[in-house]
Structure formats: C-alpha cells, structure tokens
C-alpha cells in the first residue's frame, strides 16, 4: 500500500493543484487538465482564442495553424509546494509550421518529449507492515498533433504577399491532438494501472479590424479580434483500473474564448536603426496589449464552469508582464495569477525564450502559489536557407 504523504500528495494534485476542482466532479488523469504554456497560465489560463505570439497548443490545438518555423519547449512544475517536495509535471514538446499547416509533438512518433506528472516513489508493504519495496507512481501522456491555418494556406498556394495577402484581414484554423496515456498510482498486480487513448479539437477565427479600415496598406497601429472554442478529451475511452466497474473517464473540458490585441509600432528612427542591426531586425511591435477571456464548462461527473482572464503587455516582443484572474467556485480558486516573458532575438534566424508564472491554489489549503517555469527555442529553417542562397 501507498504511504500517507503519497496518497496526500496525489489527492491535492486531483484537489486542489491548479485546476483546483473537487472529488465529485474529476475526472482521471488529471496530468492532461494542465495548461502546459507558462504564459497562458500567467495570463490565468485564458487562450484558447489567442493566435498571437506563444500559444497554447494543449488548449486550443488550432493554434498549430499559425506556427512558423521549427520550435521546442520544455516546462517543468512542482504542483504542491508546502505539501510534497517530489510532485512534478514536466513538459517536452516540437512543433513545427509553415505556410498555413503546422504539427506538434510530445513523445509520438518516435518517442521525443512527452508529459510526465511524477507523484514520486512510495513504499509498498504486506498486511502487517512490513516493507516490500517500492514504486513510482506516475501519468505519462505521449500525444501529437497538427493545425490548418485556411488563409495562411491560400496565400502560400495563391503565391499572394503585401496587401494581397487574405490572412492579413483575417483567417479560420481548425486542430487537433491525439493522445495516449498511462495512469498508474499503484502496482499493476494490484489493479492500480490503466491506459486510454484520447483527442482533442479546436477552431479558431481571427479578424484585423485595422487591415479593413487601411485596405491592407501597413500602419503605426494594428488591432485584431478572435474568437476560440475547443473540447479537450473529446473521445469516450474510459481508464480500466481493477475491471469494467472501475473503469473512469477523463475531464471533458469545453472552452470557449474572446481575445484583443491592439499595437504600436517602432517609432521610424528606432525601426531605420535596428534594420542596420540584423540581431535586432526581428523585434516585435514598440508595444502590444493582449487582453483574452475564456469559459470552460468541465461536463466530468456533476460539471463546474470556471471563468478566465488574462492581459500580457509586451514590450518590442522581448519582455512580456503578464496577469490574469481566475474564478473557480467548485475548486474554492478565486485569485489572481501573474508571469512574466523574456526574450532573446537572433535576427529572424532563431530567438530564446524564459516564461514565468505563478498560479495559486485553493484559498483554504494554506499551500503557497505553485510557481512554473519554462525555456523555449524557436529557428527559422527558411531563412536560414534564403541567406544560405545569396
């Protein structure tokens, strides 16, 4: 049998731990309710509508669509600090987009990255006590992934740049997630293991007010809007522990979503200096506002409703403030979370970057705010051949 201070640990994972929702309304495998992007969860895990930037491709698979270039992240997050010092979620995930399609994966195929919740090792021992050894217990998810971006992709096949270009108004992306996942919290002899498959889908749309408004000519201010819906756990596998009786499905999580962004652009000098910079010629717009709101409807056993809501301020795309409020009734969260993004651009070649977060957990568990992290690479393979061509 397990140890109190695993069993503890896994119960406030289930809980308490970000989702923060309670026994009667979860689901199993748990692992796969995280928000894995660090600035979603600093903006309070609201971005199932957003497009722009770093996106969440574990809650909007769509946002695939709008990927460019090859990238690779990794996040990892002790869940309970103050209760368990070897509970862990680690992330590995590459993705990897161009011209309107992009994909992603996270330990399929071929193994590479993948999501692990470490509950860490436990003792098991016989009915008078006795030690036997002991066991890990773990979730493991292996999941890929891809997204279709409609606009971008007419222009890639259209050959359309500039004003001609249709994603510069707006776009439509649909995605999907495949996942395969293993549960285990106890020894398989003793019934304490399970495995199901599952899926997740979304659709994203994306509409730049400013493009209508300039006829698609550049400006020194761009404003778009999009909408957002996804279902994650989509399929109806259910996890099979001790025999069918036992068997248990994951969290359905509905989210639906609206965000804005509106910016600034490098004012001319600033802009003419850092074109004689290659190092500096990639940086994003003067200043960015992102603000997004989500709505997710957990339809798991007797069902909760959580609401999202996020801002991040974004300075020429290197240094990202972040914050967010999330209301959770069912899981005793009503709180704020905060991050912060920094960025190191080379040129259009490659760039780096360090995301931050801290979300908190139930307000009665008087647990501290669970504080994650992750590093990130993106390069771009094009240009590094167009350069290579000259």
């Given at each position: 049998?397990?140890?109190?201070?695993?069993?503890?640990?896994?119960?406030?994972v289930c809980?308490i731990?970000a989702?923060?929702?309670k026994?009667h309304?979860?689901?199993?495998a748990r692992s796969?309710?995280?928000?894995?992007?660090?600035?979603?969860?600093?903006m309070?895990?609201?971005g199932?509508a957003?497009p722009?930037?770093?996106?969440?491709?574990w809650?909007?698979p769509?946002?695939?669509g709008?990927a460019?270039?090859?990238g690779?992240?990794e996040t990892?997050?002790?869940l309970?600090?103050?209760?368990?010092?070897?509970?862990?979620?680690?992330?590995?995930r590459?993705?990897?987009?161009?011209?309107?399609v992009?994909v992603?994966?996270?330990?399929?195929?071929?193994?590479v990255g993948?999501?692990?919740?470490?509950?860490?090792q436990?003792?098991?021992?016989?009915?008078?006590?006795?030690?036997?050894?002991?066991?890990?217990s773990?979730e493991?998810v292996?999941?890929?992934?891809?997204?279709v971006?409609a606009?971008?992709?007419a222009?890639?096949f259209?050959k359309?740049t500039?004003e001609r270009?249709i994603a510069?108004?707006?776009d439509?992306?649909?995605?999907?997630n495949?996942?395969?996942a293993?549960?285990?919290?106890a020894?398989?002899?003793l019934?304490g293991?399970?495995?199901a498959?599952?899926?997740?889908?979304?659709v994203?749309a994306r509409?730049s007010?400013s493009?209508?408004?300039r006829?698609?000519r550049d400006?020194v201010?761009?404003?778009d809007v999009?909408?957002?819906?996804s279902?994650?756990?989509?399929?109806?596998?259910?996890?099979?522990f001790?025999?069918e009786?036992?068997?248990s499905?994951?969290?359905r999580?509905?989210?639906?979503?609206?965000?804005?962004?509106?910016?600034?652009?490098?004012?001319t000098?600033?802009h003419?200096?850092?074109?004689?910079?290659?190092?500096?010629?990639?940086?994003?717009?003067?200043v960015?506002l992102?603000v997004?709101f989500d709505?997710?409807?957990i339809?798991?056993g007797?069902?909760?409703?959580?609401?999202?809501s996020?801002q991040?301020?974004?300075?020429?795309?290197v240094?990202?403030?972040?914050?967010?409020?999330?209301?959770?009734?069912a899981g005793e969260?009503?709180?704020?979370?905060r991050?912060?993004g920094?960025c190191?651009?080379?040129?259009?070649?490659?760039?780096f970057r360090?995301d931050y977060?801290?979300v908190p957990q139930?307000?009665?568990s008087g647990?501290p705010?669970?504080?994650?992290?992750?590093?990130?690479?993106w390069?771009?393979?094009?240009?590094i051949?167009?350069r290579g061509?000259?």
């Amino acid at each position: 049998m397990k140890s109190l201070r695993s069993m503890c640990a896994i119960a406030c994972v289930c809980a308490i731990a970000a989702t923060g929702t309670k026994a009667h309304a979860q689901g199993t495998a748990r692992s796969m309710d995280f928000e894995q992007s660090i600035r979603t969860a600093g903006m309070g895990g609201a971005g199932v509508a957003v497009p722009w930037g770093v996106t969440s491709t574990w809650g909007n698979p769509a946002t695939l669509g709008f990927a460019q270039g090859w990238g690779w992240d990794e996040t990892r997050t002790q869940l309970v600090p103050g209760l368990a010092s070897d509970v862990f979620l680690r992330t590995k995930r590459m993705t990897a987009g161009f011209g309107g399609v992009g994909v992603s994966w996270s330990g399929q195929p071929g193994g590479v990255g993948g999501l692990e919740l470490d509950y860490g090792q436990s003792e098991r021992t016989n009915e008078s006590g006795g030690v036997l050894g002991s066991f890990g217990s773990y979730e493991r998810v292996r999941s890929w992934g891809f997204g279709v971006s409609a606009a971008t992709l007419a222009d890639r096949f259209g050959k359309r740049t500039g004003e001609r270009s249709i994603a510069r108004y707006g776009d439509v992306a649909f995605g999907e997630n495949f996942k395969d996942a293993i549960v285990a919290l106890a020894p398989a002899d003793l019934g304490g293991a399970a495995r199901a498959k599952n899926h997740d889908w979304g659709v994203l749309a994306r509409v730049s007010p400013s493009a209508f408004l300039r006829h698609g000519r550049d400006g020194v201010w761009d404003a778009d809007v999009a909408f957002g819906h996804s279902v994650l756990n989509a399929g109806d596998e259910l996890f099979v522990f001790l025999n069918e009786d036992q068997a248990s499905p994951p969290s359905r999580i509905r989210r639906t979503g609206f965000a804005a962004t509106a910016s600034l652009a490098q004012p001319t000098a600033m802009h003419a200096a850092f074109e004689h910079l290659p190092i500096l010629s990639a940086l994003g717009p003067f200043v960015r506002l992102t603000v997004s709101f989500d709505h997710e409807a957990i339809v798991t056993g007797q069902g909760y409703d959580v609401d999202r809501s996020g801002q991040e301020l974004s300075i020429l795309g290197v240094v990202d403030l972040r914050h967010g409020h999330v209301k959770d009734i069912a899981g005793e969260i009503v709180d704020d979370t905060r991050g912060i993004g920094l960025c190191l651009p080379l040129g259009k070649i490659a760039a780096f970057r360090w995301d931050y977060a801290e979300v908190p957990q139930a307000r009665d568990s008087g647990l501290p705010n669970v504080t994650r992290r992750s590093w990130s690479m993106w390069v771009n393979p094009a240009e590094i051949v167009r350069r290579g061509g000259r």
